[in-house]
């Protein structure tokens, strides 16, 4: 009789999972959260993933599951988010997001390894270097990138042609950009001090993206923020010789250079802060107003700029716009810093495997060619680089996208809170070279000392091996 029992019960269980295998219904995040929806978390992008990922479930046999996207305002808010969710092992099925964040953060994420097709070395020979780099980790693969974004030059081709002599265009090196302002800028007896503004640069607050132009500018002349295992940071104390031979903090004197495009007293003086009177756009709203010669954007601030000009009376023409390469310290190393979006699958996703059915549709040309015809983001695949790279405006992006590279800072130190420490130290560059270099080497022990503290945990804890998921045998 027990024999029978056990017979049934096996035979029943073995029916229970042959009907789910062939249903193919992920399980339940959570007793009030449907089985029949795929959750993609995401900042941007939301109906297009929408669109791809009711294409993907009905090609893949899971015509009873829908998409759900949930939209958030910034990285910073989902990314906390997340963390907090699969702290309590609740999260979505895949999430769109920094590929730096996805690294420093492999632990809490579902890695594919051993699927033929998707190897390491495959990997690697399709997509962008800045793209590879912070989503291979031991052999897996930690998601799969979409887009490579990085700065550039936005410039008024109209106030170019009448400032410059030699040229149309704005300088290839910082040293030119210097000697652009000069030539670009026009001064007057106002508050700012300012009729025309050369170049929208030397502050943090009012140009949008000043904390990136700044971070760039100390990459490319060659400051190293942490040590290669990044167990220690130490980019105060890493010196150049300056032009009269005098030994010089390295980060100083990248800060000081950047700092004098706003200040009065050197000749490439070319900004005010008091030029700013939108808060949300900044300088690149000084630049539609015809305000500023030259600004500093990504590819997806183009649409925002024709979107400006439009709504705004008085603006420039959008003809006159143009794009060039973002300035390099020297053209014989170029050097520059990408925000790479990638997709990832949380260690808590229901059925990663499905998951990782999806990032392996999203990775396909065709995907990546729709995806640039809707934003003009420059794809991370290698073989679309010469084809998008004819597109007017964001040819440059393109271009600058098979260059690039991305920063990966230590976990324990979010790049966002780096960003807003390194605002607080540029504030005090007006006080004096002796106050700002003693406040970076305060600010380096303050990392230190956080640093110590993580690497003390666990070993195990802090190889932060992730997760992996093998492809199903076929």
């Not at 690697?124 to 800045?130: G, T």
């Not at 499905?354 to 729709?370: A, D, Q």
């Not at 995806?371 to 679309?384: G, K, W, Y």
């Not at 007006?430 to 640093?451: A, H």
């Amino acid at each position: 009789m027990k024999k029978i029992l056990v017979g049934i019960v096996l035979i029943a269980s073995f029916v229970l999972l042959t009907a789910c295998e062939k249903k193919k219904v992920p399980q339940k995040i959570s007793n009030t959260t449907s089985a029949n929806e795929f959750h993609i978390w995401t900042v941007g992008q939301k109906d297009f993933l929408d669109t791809v990922a009711r294409e993907f479930l009905s090609k893949s046999g899971y015509p009873s599951v829908q998409p759900k996207v949930t939209e958030f305002d910034s990285e910073r808010e989902m990314q906390q988010f997340l963390v907090e969710k699969m702290a309590e092992d609740l999260s979505p099925d895949v999430v769109l997001t920094n590929a730096d964040w996805i690294f420093t953060n492999r632990k809490k994420l579902m890695a594919l390894k051993g699927d033929p097709k998707f190897t390491p070395e495959a990997f690697d020979a399709a997509f962008v270097k800045a793209a590879t780099e912070p989503l291979l980790s031991e052999g897996a693969l930690l998601g799969i990138p979409l887009s490579v974004e990085t700065l550039a030059t936005i410039y008024n081709r109209e106030i170019l042609i009448d400032s410059l002599e030699n040229r149309n265009v704005p300088g290839k090196t910082w040293e030119e950009i210097r000697l652009d302002a000069q030539k670009l800028t026009q001064t007057n007896n106002s508050f700012s001090r300012l009729e025309q503004s050369g170049i929208a640069l030397g502050d943090l607050k009012s140009v949008k993206y000043g904390i990136d132009v700044l971070k760039n500018m100390l990459v490319q002349n060659g400051l190293k923020f942490f040590t290669e295992d990044q167990k220690r940071a130490n980019f105060s104390r890493q010196i150049v010789v300056d032009e009269d031979g005098a030994n010089k903090s390295l980060i100083t004197k990248v800060i000081h250079f950047f700092a004098s495009f706003s200040n009065p007293q050197y000749k490439q003086f070319s900004w005010s802060p008091l030029l700013v009177k939108d808060k949300k756009h900044k300088d690149l709203m000084t630049f539609v107003q015809g305000k500023t010669a030259v600004v500093f954007a990504y590819p997806s601030d183009i649409v925002l700029l024709e979107d400006l000009v439009a709504q705004t009376a008085g603006s420039i023409s959008f003809k006159d716009v143009s794009t060039a390469l973002f300035p390099q310290a020297s053209l014989q190393n170029k050097e520059l810093l990408a925000r790479v979006k990638a997709l990832a699958v949380p260690k808590s996703a229901r059925n990663p495997l499905v998951s990782w059915e999806f990032l392996k549709y999203m990775s396909k040309k065709e995907i990546h060619e729709k995806l640039f015809e809707v934003t003009h983001i420059p794809s991370a695949r290698l073989d679309l680089i010469a084809e998008h790279g004819k597109t007017p405006l964001y040819d440059v992006f393109v271009r600058q996208a098979k260059f690039a590279r991305t920063f990966v800072f230590p976990k324990p130190i979010p790049e966002n809170v780096f960003d807003d420490d390194l605002i607080k130290i540029f504030d005090t560059v007006k006080f004096g070279n002796d106050r700002l270099t003693k406040n970076i080497r305060r600010y380096e022990t303050t990392l230190n000392k956080v640093l110590e503290d993580y690497w003390k945990k666990d070993e195990m804890i802090n190889k932060l091996r992730p997760a992996v998921v093998k492809p199903k045998e076929e």
